[in-house]
């Protein structure tokens, strides 16, 4: 936009968006990238934004084909592709958990659906009624959405981000393919050793998807999550191993995974239960803002607006708001059976979903979607869920343990999808405001994008489940014939934390001694002001999976620190104008890798997926050994060497790379011992 704050289409203007060639392609991106955010959702338990990526394959896609496509019709496709990605990511946290507790044994194609549809549309909705608040009155920044808006200008105007991401999905693809489909080496190098009465790990994981995420995340996420791995795998492990036992296991790594799987996960659950508390809290003057200031927000009947101010109209869209919490109640007295916990339910949903999502709207407004706390958000959802059904279902109507478990997870799972789209919706809605959409037209867009999402969501991860098992626990419960061991078994850690939760507050089993340990860590996190839902994280995950985030957030500070030292020749003072610009650029093109490598990767997931289904096994099929441990991580190492040098591609020309590691590496020290300095701490 202008200085004047004018769109880059001005409102007097009307080239084309919503077409049909627009729709067809935004649902096949949409599939792919629900489809791609799924399994990297479960696989490693967070997602990446696809607008970005999905607004450089609309780019390629439409522009191959077409020769008069308009900047508005890549907005509607990137729209269309990134609902289906931010509704996978609050179903892949939630719906699993029926399969962790056992409540289902398959995915349920049709439930999964209706709660899809239900929290999705309700999301888009709330979101709809506050664009005009948000994004043109208190013209709050979205980073993120500013971000895409600078991408899908770049393509109109010409750029190398289309080529690169394109480069990036291919090799990122060809990856996945040899590790995940033909097994040429480990996904994942293990080993651990007695050590002075305990024992000892190290292990990462081979995947170049985990580490491009660590480097759009950064050094300082990615760091809190590695600590976080690091406090579970290499401190409270060995200490708990020392003082009660180790389990009987065929070998130490085995042994070492089963402690930490049966005890020091929940230590996860205790630091994520109480950082998600207090993230809220902590952010509670921004909630009450955004929510008095959309309440009290009226529209002018006489005013007349303009063709990039035009929504949806408001009457509608509050009435349909009304007809889902109405269907939202059937669909909890069809699946529950009880008419009072319906009606409870459905109201709570209402009431609830409303204010995560416009929580979720406004906090992505001032740091962006992928910042925003959903998971913090859906285990607030959850407690207060938890306790409307233990005294609606327990006290009041005496129900089965299975069912108060199932009645929570229904309304928490449409909560949670609400909000997860929520922030998703805003940072595309402010793209199209910059770009001069017309948004009535891209909010249609994005309710194709959801229902998209909605339908193909179920048969996904039927599909994953069917292939590798979603979740350890549901593994174990009914292991595949080829795995017996579940070592391909997605981890889905918010989902296990989930079930949980749950499992614990209405089955009493849940591991008070170590829950509780992990809300005293949350509570010194907090004191020390650190993030403490990324080290809460951390602690749930393996380490194996932080290690390749940490090198992703590593190969990134590197890159910014290098083109700072390059344009200003040091570390010390703050960086210049120029430099800014210069490490912006990098970060930028590394992003645009790190999300093609991600994509490709995941939809290789999903497509050998298919292949496993089919009994299709290209490992035999050609015969292929796999490669041992030292040649495992030498084959990851050449992809992590393409990595950095497509990344670091826009890093200005010049410079010793000796003179600026060593100049890096001096930074890096002296920032982390005024990091651990009293005063910094307190």
């Given at each position: 936009m202008s200085a004047a704050g004018e769109p880059y289409i001005p409102a007097s203007e009307s080239p084309k968006e919503l077409t049909l060639r627009v729709i067809i392609v935004g649902i096949v991106l949409g599939i792919l990238m629900t489809a791609a955010n799924a399994y990297l959702g479960l696989y490693a338990g967070m997602t990446v934004s696809a607008?970005?990526?999905?607004?450089?394959?609309?780019?390629?896609?439409?522009?191959?084909?077409?020769?008069?496509?308009?900047?508005?019709?890549?907005?509607?496709?990137?729209?269309?592709?990134?609902?289906?990605?931010?509704?996978?990511?609050?179903?892949?946290?939630?719906?699993?958990?029926?399969?962790?507790?056992?409540?289902?044994?398959?995915?349920?194609?049709?439930?999964?659906?209706?709660?899809?549809?239900?929290?999705?549309?309700?999301?888009?909705?709330?979101t709809i009624a506050l664009r005009r608040l948000f994004i043109v009155e208190e013209a709050l920044p979205y980073p993120e959405g500013v971000a895409c808006r600078e991408v899908l200008v770049a393509g109109e105007e010409g750029g190398e981000g289309a080529l690169a991401i394109l480069y990036a999905l291919g090799i990122g693809a060809i990856y996945g393919l040899m590790v995940k489909g033909f097994k040429v080496t480990h996904h994942k190098v293990e080993a651990a050793w007695d050590f002075a009465g305990t024992r000892l790990y190290s292990g990462m994981d081979l995947s170049i998807a985990l580490l491009s995420v660590g480097y759009i995340v950064g050094i300082r996420i990615a760091s809190f999550i590695f600590l976080g791995g690091v406090i579970g795998f290499l401190v409270l492990v060995p200490m708990y191993g020392l003082i009660r036992g180790w389990p009987v296991a065929p070998d130490l790594v085995t042994s070492f995974d089963?402690?930490?799987?049966?005890?020091?996960?929940?230590?996860?659950?205790?630091?994520?239960?109480?950082?998600?508390?207090?993230?809220l809290w902590s952010m509670r003057k921004t909630i009450f803002t955004g929510l008095s200031k959309a309440l009290k927000k009226k529209e002018s009947s006489n005013e007349k607006l303009l063709r990039t101010e035009i929504d949806l109209p408001l009457d509608k869209v509050l009435m349909f708001c009304g007809v889902l919490v109405?269907?939202?109640?059937?669909?909890?007295?069809?699946?529950?059976?009880?008419?009072?916990?319906?009606?409870a339910g459905a109201l709570f949903l209402g009431v609830v979903a409303f204010f995560f999502a416009a929580v979720a709207g406004y906090i992505a407004g001032v740091v962006g979607s992928s910042n925003s706390p959903v998971s913090g958000m859906t285990i607030a959802t959850l407690l207060f869920t938890v306790a409307l059904v233990w005294v609606v279902g327990d006290f009041f109507l005496g129900l089965a343990t299975?069912?108060?478990?199932?009645?929570?997870?229904?309304?928490?799972?449409?909560?949670?999808?609400?909000?997860?789209?929520?922030?998703?919706?805003?940072?595309?809605?402010?793209?199209?405001?910059?770009?001069?959409?017309?948004?009535?037209?891209?909010?249609?867009?994005?309710?194709?994008?959801?229902?998209?999402?909605?339908?193909?969501?179920?048969?996904?991860?039927?599909?994953?489940?069917?292939?590798?098992?979603?979740?350890?626990?549901?593994?174990?419960?009914?292991?595949?014939?080829?795995?017996?061991?579940?070592?391909?078994?997605?981890?889905?850690?918010?989902?296990?934390?989930?079930?949980?939760?749950?499992?614990?507050?209405?089955?009493?089993?849940?591991?008070?001694?170590?829950?509780?340990?992990?809300?005293?860590?949350?509570?010194?996190?907090?004191?020390?002001?650190?993030?403490?839902?990324?080290?809460?994280?951390?602690?749930?995950?393996?380490?194996?999976?932080?290690?390749?985030?940490?090198?992703?957030?590593?190969?990134?500070y590197f890159a910014l620190s290098a083109a700072y030292i390059r344009i200003d020749g040091s570390l010390k003072e703050e960086p210049s104008d120029d430099a800014k610009r210069a490490a912006k650029e990098v970060e930028n093109r590394g992003v645009l890798i790190g999300a093609g490598f991600i994509a490709g990767e995941s939809l290789l997931g999903v497509l050998i997926a298919v292949l496993k289904v089919r009994d299709i096994n290209l490992q035999i099929l050609f015969g292929i050994t796999t490669l041992n441990d030292v040649l495992s991580l030498l084959f990851f190492g050449w992809f992590v060497a393409v990595f950095i040098w497509l990344a670091t591609r826009a890093l200005p020309k010049g410079g010793h790379l000796l003179t600026e590691t060593v100049l890096i590496l001096e930074n890096a020290v002296r920032k982390l011992i005024n990091a651990f300095k009293l005063k910094n701490l307190r």
């Open positions: 607008s970005i990526p999905a607004a450089v394959m609309s780019m390629i896609i439409l522009r191959t084909l077409f020769n008069d496509v308009s900047i508005l019709e890549n907005n509607a496709v990137q729209t269309m592709a990134s609902a289906g990605e931010s509704l996978a990511a609050g179903i892949i946290f939630t719906v699993p958990a029926l399969l962790v507790i056992g409540i289902w044994d398959d995915i349920q194609w049709l439930d999964t659906m209706i709660i899809a549809l239900l929290g999705g549309l309700l999301g888009t909705m709330f089963l402690l930490w799987a049966s005890q020091i996960r929940y230590v996860g659950v205790g630091a994520m239960v109480v950082g998600g508390i207090y993230t109405a269907l939202t109640f059937l669909y909890y007295w069809w699946a529950t059976g009880s008419l009072v916990l319906a009606i299975e069912e108060l478990m199932l009645a929570t997870l229904l309304i928490a799972a449409i909560v949670a999808s609400s909000a997860a789209i929520a922030g998703d919706v805003m940072q595309d809605l402010k793209t199209g405001h910059m770009v001069g959409a017309t948004p009535w037209r891209q909010q249609t867009a994005e309710i194709i994008g959801v229902i998209t999402g909605a339908i193909i969501i179920g048969p996904t991860l039927q599909l994953l489940h069917n292939s590798y098992r979603i979740s350890n626990t549901a593994c174990i419960r009914n292991p595949l014939p080829d795995d017996p061991t579940c070592e391909d078994a997605l981890f889905a850690p918010q989902a296990e934390l989930i079930g949980a939760i749950v499992q614990g507050a209405f089955g009493g089993n849940l591991n008070i001694e170590m829950v509780l340990l992990g809300a005293v860590i949350a509570v010194v996190l907090i004191v020390l002001r650190m993030p403490v839902m990324s080290v809460a994280i951390g602690i749930y995950l393996p380490l194996a999976l932080s290690v390749p985030i940490m090198v992703g957030g590593i190969i990134s």
